[in-house]
T-cell receptor, first 110, second 111 residues
Framework: EDKVVQSPLSLVVHEGDTVTLNCSYE??????LLWYKQEKKAPTFLFML????IEKKSGRLSSILDKKELFSILNITATQTGDSAVYLC??????????FGDGTTLTVKP | GAGVSQSPSNKVTEKGKDVELRCDPI?????LYWYRQSLGQGLEFLIY????????KSGLPSDRFSAERTGGSVSTLTIQRTQQEDSAVYLC?????????FGSGTRLTVV
């Protein structure tokens, strides 16, 4: 059975702090790993990672994948209150199906 | 359409009643997924449609749950004889190559 473990489950920081969110996975027929941000209802897509060691960046967010050790990290630098959300990690298989982790709830205080 | 549309946005139903949840995916997206999310929990896979292939129903929790996708577009998730544990947000997503685009979900409350 596919498994995704995210840590920490929750995190409270102050604006300007840097955070690292972790995702480890065991997935059959792994194809890619996706990160999503969920604020109110629907998750929104952040990154797709397919190759090990290649960092993807978008503004203050960055992410990297290690396919040998089966994990990924999501970094957020200079956090802002608008970064408060649940961050979801979702490995995707060759069949196109994603298994989601339980998420990390990030709270950024002013 | 511009995004994935789900209806209704909220549904309150009595235990034992049947409900139908609708998803209208992004035009041209061949893949459509249903997930549900209970309060404070992660997303639980329910069912996956890809083109004309037989759907992957491996996540449906019981035979009270069924889904269909007509004409490769709109999908309906049906829950028969609803139970209180069915209360959750039901999310639909569509995809073309990678990355899902989610709808806003249907919040189902069974009382």
């Amino acid at each position: 059975e596919d498994k995704v473990v995210q840590s920490p489950l929750s995190l409270v920081v102050h604006e300007g702090d840097t955070v690292t969110l972790n995702c480890s996975y065991e997935v059959t027929n792994f194809r890619s790993l996706l990160w999503y941000k969920q604020e109110k209802k629907a998750p929104t897509f952040l990154f797709m990672l397919t190759s090990s060691g290649i960092e993807k960046k978008s503004g203050r967010l960055s992410s990297i994948l290690d396919k040998k050790e089966l994990f990924s990290i999501l970094n957020i630098t200079a956090t802002q209150t608008g970064d408060s959300a649940v961050y979801l990690c979702a490995p995707n298989t060759n069949a196109g199906k994603s298994t989601f982790g339980d998420g990390t709830t990030l709270t950024v205080k002013p | 359409g511009a995004g994935v549309s789900q209806s209704p946005s909220n549904k309150v139903t009595e235990k034992g009643k049947d409900v139908e949840l609708r998803c209208d995916p992004i035009s041209g997206h061949t893949a459509l997924y249903w997930y549900r999310q209970s309060l404070g929990q992660g997303l639980e896979f329910l069912i996956y449609f890809q083109g004309n292939s037989a759907p992957d129903k491996s996540g449906l929790p019981s035979d009270r749950f069924s889904a269909e996708r007509t004409g490769g577009s709109v999908s309906t998730l049906t829950i028969q004889r609803t139970q209180q544990e069915d209360s959750a947000v039901y999310l639909c997503a569509s995809s073309e190559n990678y990355g899902y685009t989610f709808g806003s979900g249907t919040r189902l409350t069974v009382v």
